[in-house]
């Protein structure tokens, strides 16, 4: 762990701290590889050219939620894995995609190499563009709003809350105690919030499996990289482990690379004993 953060210090000198540091930590602490992720993008095959689309990701939350989009709605993707930790998001080329230079982002070859960035967005166009039945994305408009501010609820709270505690409780170059707790605190509330809205309930809105739950889930799933007690949410736990048994989002959780604590998905406290034993190495 020391090795990594000297690497991931000195990338912080060429750009700011809060640019690398929550998706660099992940992507060590999460995947079961030992190595950079390769691309399976940067030279394209014929076959890979023919597939509509490109993600650009990285084993992130954020790089889950559209991840789970496209392996639910069965859209063939080629994935370009970035590895941020080498700053490859800041380079130009992908720049052109993503002024913003954060993963995901993605590529609509068939619109014209059409580039959308902002994970939410991302998951909303596929809805638009290959959803047509409205299985995560209701049409009906009422459904189709309940499930847009569930997906707001994630990207303006649950995302910035618990990516911000993460960085307080295992980034950040010195230990602060008001922002640890500021943070891991709303991020449980935030956690209340949805335990509320799952009472009697499977899913958070319009009544089914949508992009609200994807979304969502994507960050709760990480739950134990905070020392949470997700059994203290038995409805919250209930909801993950429903999600935790779609193929889809097993396949997902692959993308760009294994995720070591997918075989543990079911035991809460054994996650949080490998992410202990992987944070002191």
């Known amino acids: 762990m020391t090795s990594f953060l000297r690497t991931v210090h000195s990338a912080q000198s060429r750009c700011r701290p809060s640019e690398i540091a929550h998706a660099t930590l992940f992507r060590h ?10 691309s399976r993008s940067s030279k394209m095959s014929a076959a890979a050219e023919s597939k509509p689309v490109t993600l650009y990701t990285a084993g992130t939350p954020n790089g889950w939620k559209p991840t789970v989009v496209l392996e639910e709605l069965s859209i ?31 590529v609509d070859h068939e619109k014209g190499d059409l580039a959308i960035f902002e994970s939410g967005a991302i998951m909303m166009y596929l809805c638009d563009r290959f959803d047509a039945e409205g299985v995560l994305l209701p049409k009906d408009l009422a459904q189709r709003y309940e499930v847009i501010e569930w997906l707001m609820f ?29 943070y891991l605190n709303e991020t449980k509330r935030l956690y209340g919030v949805m335990e509320k809205q ?63 604590y997918k075989p543990l998905r079911n035991d809460p406290d054994g996650q949080k004993a490998l992410f202990k034993e992987r944070m002191s190495k």
């Open 76 to 106: 063939p993707y080629n994935v370009h894995a970035i590895a941020i930790s080498k700053n490859e998001q800041k380079e130009e080329s992908f720049l052109k995609i993503n002024p913003n230079g954060r993963i995901p982002a993605m």
């Open 154 to 182: 994630q990207m303006g709270g649950v995302g910035p809350m618990q990516g911000q505690a993460n960085h307080f409780s295992h980034f950040a170059p010195e230990k602060i105690e008001y922002g640890q707790q500021r």
């Open 29 to 38: 602490l999460a995947s079961a590889r030992t190595s950079p992720p390769r």
């Open 198 to 260: 799952l009472e009697g309930k499977d899913w958070l809105a319009a009544g089914k499996y949508t992009l609200a739950d994807i979304a969502n889930y994507c960050w709760v799933a990480w739950h134990f990289f905070l020392d949470i007690d997700i059994k203290e949410f038995p409805n919250l736990k209930g909801w993950l482990e429903r999600i935790h048994s779609r193929d889809a989002v097993l396949r997902a959780m692959d993308v760009p690379e294994p995720w070591a």
